[in-house]
C-alpha cells in the first residue's frame, strides 16, 4: 500500500466507515461469547449534534471497541426519543408559520404533520454520530414511538394501574402556558429575577382598619380566598376570626391562622390564592378554602379576572399595581429578588394550575432502586453521585406522568360517562370495551361509546424502559435478545438527568425485570468555553462539531475532547485541543511514514538497538496495565494520557530516535520488524481513541484479510515486566538529557562530540546514551581534573570537560551565581526544618519532600564547589 505524504482524515474516514459497516463489524447477534452491551442515551429525534454528544458518544464508541477488541460480543443500541414537547413546539411552529392552527387541524391531521417532521429530520443525528465514528450496530436503530415501543409503553401503564401504583388526581401541577402542558417539578428551572414585592391594604371588614399584604404577584388577587396570618404573630391577634375585604375584587374573605406563615417576611399576613400557587394550594386543603382559578391555559386572565379579562399575567400585574395606587389600596412597592420557576423547555414562566392529571406512585418503586446504588450492585462512577441519587430517593413524590400534548403514548384510559370514575383502562380499545361492559353491566356499549383520554405521556414515561424496550423484553419478556443482552454494561450520560432518567431506569428494571438495568454508571461533565460557561445557542459559544470534524478530523476531534474531560468534571472546551488532537494524528502519520522509508538488511542487532528494544517492550506492558486500570476506574481520559505519553515520548522520541539508521545506512530487518510490531501493538490500544487513522495504519503494515482488520483484532493480554530495565532506562534518559543541556546551554553543536566522566562502575545501556548524546568516551569512576559541567542523576555523578572554546571568566560567574542562590536556598530550606512547630503539624510527606530539597541542594553545592576549583 502506497504511503501519501500526508494523512487525509476525510479520504479515511469515509473508506473505513464504509468497510466497517459493510462487513457488518459493528452487528451483534447472541453467541456463546460474553455479552458487553451499550444503550445509547437516545437524543431527540429532531436534534443535531452539539458538544454534549460528541464528549457522550465519543465515550461510549470508545468503551464498545474496546470490548469488541478484548473478545467480547460487543452491542451498542442505537435510537431516538420522541421528544414530545420539543417536537410539538416545532411542528406547531411549522404550522403557524402557514397559517394553521393545530386545534383548527385535529389530533389525526396534526399527528400526520409531526410525522412528516420526524420522519425529515430524524436521521440527521444519527448520521452525524456515524461522522464521528460511533460503531453502533445501526440495524438495532430504535425509536421510541414505533410501534414496538409504544406497545411497550402502554402495557407497562397498564400494568401499573392495575396494581394500584398508576392513578388520576387533582392537585397543582406546573403548567407551561407556551407548551399549553403540564410539566414534572424536575423539569422546573428557577432563575433569579429582578421584580417587585408589593403592599397591598386589605380593608378589615366593618372596620376603617387596614390589614397590608406583601406579595410579588397582585395580579392573582382575583383568586385570593383568605389573608393568613402565624397563629403565635402577636401583632394580628385583635384580627383573628375577622375577614377582609379583597382590593378591586370587593369580595369578603376570612382572615385565617396557620403555622407555615413566616413573621419576619413582608408584612407577616399572607394572601391566600390556592388556585395560583402551591404552598396556598396546600394551606388551602388544610382550611377547606374555595379555589377560584383566574387564568386560562394561555396565562391570560379568565372571566373571574372582571376588566382585565383577556389581558396577559405580566401586562395585568402591571396595569393592576397602578389601579390600586390610584385608589389608596398600595401601601408601596420595593425591588425585589425573587426566584421564578421556568419551562426548561421552552424557557416559558411556570404558572402553577389546579389540574386533574395521572401520577405513578414513586415511593414503593424508589427503595429498592436506591438500596441496589447504595450497595454498589449498580456503580456510579464518579462516586460522588450517590450523594445526589439518594438526595432524589429520599424526596420522591409521585411522578406526574400526563401532559397535555398530542405527539406522544396517548394515554390508554377509556370514558364511557362523564363521572369522575367513569373510565377504563385496557391495552387496547377492544379489551377496553370489555372492561366498560363489565364495570357497568351495560352489553350494548360499543366502541362509539367510548371516548380516549386526550393526553400523551411524560416523554420519560417510555425512557425509562429504554434498556428493556430496545430488546422488546416487556413485550415479548423471554426473547433470546432480553435473556442474552440484559442487563447491559455501561451507562455513559450526565449527572443532570440523574433523576429523570438514571433513577427510573433502575426502577424499572427492578420493576419489570427484577434486575438492575445496567452494572455501572459513569456520569460525564457539561461542555463549557473557556469562561467556563454553559455552552448555548444563546451565547453563541458552541462551536458547530460538524465543522471542527471537518477541520481537524473525527480522530482529532475525539482525542482533543478525551484529554480533557475526566470523568464527572466540566469540559473547558478549547479549540486548541482540538489542534493538538490533529497533531498527534499528524505525528503517529509521520512516524509511521518514517519507519516505511528505511532500508532494510539481515545483519545483527546493534547493542543500542537490542537495549531500545528491551527496554520499549518493558514500557509497552507496564502502560497496557496501567491503561487497564484506568479504565477499570472509569477513567477513560488518564487512560488516554497515558498511552499519549508512549506513544508521543517513548516510542517517538526516544525509541525511534534510538533505532531509526544513521543516513545512508540500513536496519536490521529484525529490528525492522519488531518496530513494525510494536507500531501494531500501538494501534490496537488506540484505536478506540482514534479508529480511523490506526485502522488505516493498520491495513498499510501488512495486506490483510477481512478477518483481520484491526476494528476485530484482540488487544494485546497484560504481560509480566521488568522494572529494574525501566528504572535502568529512566536513569539512561536523565543522562541523555544532561547531556543535551550541556550542548544547548553551552551551545555546542550536535555534531560535536563530547567525553563523559562519571563516578560509578558502569552504565546499564551505555550504547544508547553514546548514540543519542554523541558521547565518544565514557570514563567510569574516574574524575576530570579540567574545568567541567557537571550534573547529577540521582547519586550518579557526571561531568563533562567544557569546550575549549568557552570562556572560562564567563563560566565561572555563573558557577558562582548558581552556588549562592543554592546556599541561599539550603538556608530557607534548613530553617523550615528546624522549625519544631512545623516539624510537628506537617504531613510526613511534605517533611520528607524538605528533606529531599535539603539533600539536593547539598549535594549540588558540592558539585559547584568542585567545579570553582576546576575553574
Not at 49 to 76: E, K, P
Not at 250 to 277: M, N, Q, S, W
Not at 706 to 734: G, M, P, R, V, Y
Request: net charge negative; hydrophobic share 35%.
Amino acid at each position: 500500500m502506497e504511503i501519501s505524504d500526508k494523512y487525509n482524515p476525510q479520504q479515511a474516514e469515509q473508506k473505513w466507515y464504509q468497510y466497517w459497516q459493510e462487513n457488518k463489524f459493528f452487528h451483534s447477534e447472541p453467541d456463546e461469547r460474553e455479552p458487553y452491551t451499550v444503550v445509547i442515551p437516545p437524543p431527540n429525534v429532531t436534534g443535531i449534534l452539539h458538544m454534549g454528544h460528541m464528549l457522550n458518544n465519543t465515550l461510549q464508541d470508545v468503551l464498545v471497541r474496546r470490548a469488541r477488541m478484548r473478545g467480547y460480543n460487543a452491542c451498542w443500541v442505537p435510537g431516538t426519543d420522541h421528544a414530545s414537547i420539543a417536537t410539538e413546539a416545532k411542528v406547531v411552529a411549522k404550522l403557524k408559520a402557514e397559517g394553521i392552527s393545530k386545534q383548527d387541524i385535529g389530533r389525526e391531521k396534526f399527528l400526520e404533520h409531526a410525522w412528516d417532521w420526524t420522519h425529515q429530520y430524524g436521521g440527521t443525528i444519527l448520521e452525524q454520530l456515524k461522522k464521528l465514528g460511533c460503531s453502533c450496530d445501526w440495524d438495532r436503530t430504535r425509536f421510541t414511538m414505533e410501534d414496538d415501543l409504544s406497545k411497550a409503553v402502554i402495557k407497562v401503564f397498564v400494568n401499573l394501574y392495575n396494581k394500584g401504583l398508576v392513578y388520576r388526581g387533582y392537585k397543582m401541577v406546573n403548567w407551561d402556558p407556551e407548551a399549553k402542558t403540564n410539566i414534572s417539578d424536575e423539569e422546573v428551572i428557577y432563575k433569579e429575577q429582578n421584580g417587585k414585592l408589593y403592599f397591598l391594604k386589605y380593608q378589615i371588614v366593618g372596620s376603617g382598619e387596614f390589614l397590608t399584604v406583601a406579595t410579588t404577584r397582585p395580579e392573582t388577587i382575583f383568586g385570593d380566598t383568605a389573608v393568613c396570618i402565624n397563629p403565635n404573630d402577636e401583632r394580628y391577634t385583635h384580627l383573628k376570626g375577622k375577614k377582609v375585604v379583597v382590593p378591586i375584587v370587593g369580595r369578603e374573605v376570612p382572615i385565617i391562622e396557620d403555622d407555615y406563615v413566616d413573621i419576619e417576611f413582608g408584612t407577616g399576613a399572607l394572601k391566600i390564592t390556592p388556585a395560583h400557587d402551591i404552598n396556598d394550594y396546600e394551606i388551602g386543603q388544610r382550611h377547606q378554602l374555595e379555589i377560584i382559578d383566574s387564568m386560562d391555559d394561555n396565562a391570560v386572565l379568565n372571566e373571574n379576572g372582571k376588566h382585565y379579562q383577556g389581558k396577559d399575567r405580566f401586562t395585568v400585574r402591571k396595569e393592576i399595581a397602578k389601579e390600586l395606587e390610584e385608589k389608596g389600596l398600595l401601601l408601596k412597592s420595593e425591588d425585589y429578588l425573587n426566584k421564578v420557576g421556568t419551562s426548561e423547555r421552552t424557557g416559558a414562566v411556570i404558572e402553577p394550575k389546579i389540574s386533574v392529571q395521572w401520577f405513578l406512585k414513586m415511593s414503593e418503586l424508589a427503595k429498592p432502586a436506591l438500596d441496589v446504588v447504595m450497595d454498589d450492585e449498580v456503580k456510579f462512577y464518579p462516586e460522588k453521585f450517590k450523594n445526589t441519587y439518594r438526595h432524589w430517593m429520599e424526596n420522591v413524590h409521585d411522578w406526574n406522568i400526563s401532559r397535555q400534548l398530542w405527539w406522544g403514548h396517548r394515554i390508554p384510559a377509556y370514558y364511557y360517562a362523564s363521572g369522575e370514575n367513569d373510565f377504563v383502562v385496557a391495552e387496547t380499545i377492544e379489551s377496553a370495551l370489555e372492561l366498560a361492559k363489565e364495570k357497568t353491566g351495560n352489553a350494548e356499549l360499543t366502541t362509539d361509546n367510548l371516548r380516549q383520554d386526550e393526553d400523551a405521556l411524560d416523554t420519560w414515561f417510555s425512557a425509562w424502559l429504554w434498556p428493556m424496550s430496545v430488546f422488546d423484553g416487556i413485550t415479548a419478556p423471554d426473547n433470546k435478545d432480553i435473556n442474552y443482552y440484559y442487563p447491559t454494561s455501561d451507562l455513559v450520560t450526565g449527572p443532570d438527568i440523574i433523576f429523570f432518567w438514571v433513577a427510573r431506569m433502575i426502577m424499572a428494571g427492578l420493576e419489570f425485570k427484577n434486575q438492575v438495568p445496567f452494572k455501572n454508571v459513569y456520569f460525564t461533565g457539561i461542555v463549557r468555553d473557556k469562561q467556563r460557561r454553559k455552552m448555548s445557542k444563546s451565547l453563541g459559544n458552541s462551536p458547530d462539531p460538524i465543522e471542527l470534524m471537518d477541520k481537524y478530523g473525527s480522530d482529532g476531534v475525539r482525542v482533543g475532547i478525551l484529554l480533557s474531560s475526566a470523568a464527572g468534571n466540566d469540559l473547558m472546551f478549547d479549540e486548541d485541543l482540538m489542534l493538538q488532537g490533529r497533531n498527534f494524528a499528524t505525528k503517529i502519520w509521520n512516524a509511521f511514514k518514517l519507519t516505511q522509508s528505511w532500508k532494510k538488511e539481515d545483519k545483527e542487532i546493534s547493542e543500542e538497538n537490542a537495549q531500545a528494544i528491551e527496554w520499549f517492550e518493558a514500557e509497552f506492558n507496564k502502560t497496557v496495565a496501567a491503561i487497564n486500570d484506568q479504565f477499570e476506574k472509569f477513567r477513560i481520559s488518564d487512560a488516554l494520557h497515558l498511552l499519549y505519553k508512549l506513544v508521543w515520548d517513548d516510542f517517538c522520541s526516544w525509541y525511534l530516535e534510538i533505532v531509526k539508521p544513521n543516513y545512508g545506512e540500513a536496519i536490521s530487518q529484525q529490528v525492522y520488524d519488531k518496530t513494525i510490531e510494536f507500531f501494531g501493538n500501538l494501534m490496537k490500544f488506540l484505536h478506540p481513541f482514534m479508529p480511523f487513522l490506526t485502522e488505516e495504519i493498520w491495513q498499510a503494515i501488512a495486506e490483510r484479510q477481512t478477518s483481520e482488520a484491526l476494528i476485530i483484532t484482540q488487544q494485546n493480554k497484560e504481560t509480566a515486566f521488568d522494572a529494574d530495565i525501566l528504572k535502568n532506562f529512566e536513569q539512561t534518559k536523565e543522562i541523555v538529557s544532561g547531556v543535551r543541556n550541556y550542548r544547548q546551554s553551552k551551545g555546542i553543536s550536535p555534531r560535536e562530540e563530547v567525553e563523559v566522566y562519571t563516578n560509578v562502575s558502569q552504565f546499564e545501556n551505555e550504547a544508547v546514551i553514546k548514540k543519542l548524546a554523541n558521547v565518544s568516551e565514557i570514563h567510569y569512576a574516574q574524575k576530570t581534573d579540567k574545568p567541567s559541567f557537571t550534573f547529577l542523576v540521582g547519586a550518579v555523578e557526571c561531568s563533562i570537560p567544557l569546550s575549549e572554546n568557552l570562556d572560562l571568566g564567563e563560566e565561572k560567574t555563573k558557577t558562582e551565581e548558581e552556588l549562592k542562590y543554592l546556599k541561599g536556598f539550603l538556608i530557607s530550606v534548613e530553617k523550615k526544618l528546624s522549625n519544631e512547630k512545623f516539624m510537628a503539624g506537617a504531613p510526613q510527606q511534605v517533611v520528607d519532600n524538605e528533606l529531599k530539597k535539603q539533600k539536593d541542594a547539598q549535594d549540588k553545592i558540592t558539585l559547584l564547589e568542585e567545579k570553582l576549583k576546576t575553574l
